[in-house]
């Protein structure tokens, strides 16, 4: 593993059923967080981890929900996905808050 | 974005000089962020100012004014494969990151 790794890549999926998107960091980053990026709009904070252990609500956090139990992984639940969530779901990490984030490839995420 | 305002889209000529111009909201203000973003990619960050002036790397600078809640990204020697989007990200005081809706920069021959 090399930086930041998000998995699937893409995925389709019915409205109603439950979704994790993975994230792994291999930087010994602190800090990770979670964004959705929608046509038209910048990209918005989901939840985010300051440290492991540790989680927080973004920008717009309902229908989402996070775990940050060790410094790598840092998983994103859809407990019953809906059309709304329709996304580019990324990753990114950071040493510390204040440092420039590094961002995974992403997560092409389809409700129907 | 939230309190962050950029161009949609800008044209630029290939050689040429681009300057891509961000407002954002003084309150709160922890440093301010440019990242670039090729179709279907992740954004990669390009620099970070957080006192006033121009920071230089390479063919590109950053500018900051805090006292107008200004910055630019300025590109030299625009190359093909500098097409992409560009985001504009203002850091909070809560030390997150409020992002603009980027702009869409394309480099004709």
Redesign the interface.
């Known amino acids: 593993i090399a930086g930041i790794t998000q998995a699937p890549t893409s995925q389709i999926l019915a409205a109603g059923r439950r979704m994790t998107l993975r994230c792994t960091q291999d930087m010994r980053h602190n800090a990770m967080y979670w964004y959705r990026q929608d046509l038209?709009?910048?990209?918005?904070?989901i939840h985010?981890s300051n440290t492991a252990g540790t989680t927080g609500k973004?920008?717009v956090p309902d229908g989402y929900s996070v775990s940050r139990a060790n410094t790598d992984d840092f998983p994103l639940t859809l407990a019953s996905a809906v059309p709304s969530q329709t996304s580019v779901y990324?990753c990114a990490s950071s040493e510390g808050?204040?440092n420039?984030?590094?961002?995974?490839?992403?997560t092409r995420l389809t409700v129907l | 974005g939230q309190n962050i305002d950029q161009p949609t889209e800008m044209t630029a000529t290939e050689g040429a000089i681009v300057q891509i111009n961000c407002t954002y909201q003084t309150s709160g203000f922890n440093g301010l962020f440019w990242y670039q973003q090729h179709a279907g990619e992740a954004p990669t960050f390009l620099s970070y100012n957080v006192l006033d002036g121009l920071e230089e790397k390479g063919r590109f600078s950053s500018f900051l004014s805090r006292s107008k809640g200004y910055s630019y990204l300025l590109l030299k020697e625009l190359q093909m494969k500098d097409s992409a989007s560009y985001l504009c990200a203002r850091m909070d005081s809560n030390y997150q990151l409020i992002w603009g809706a980027g702009t869409k920069l394309i480099i004709k021959p």
């Open positions: 038209g709009l910048g990209l918005r904070l985010y973004g920008e990324f808050t204040h420039e984030q590094f961002f995974g490839p992403g």
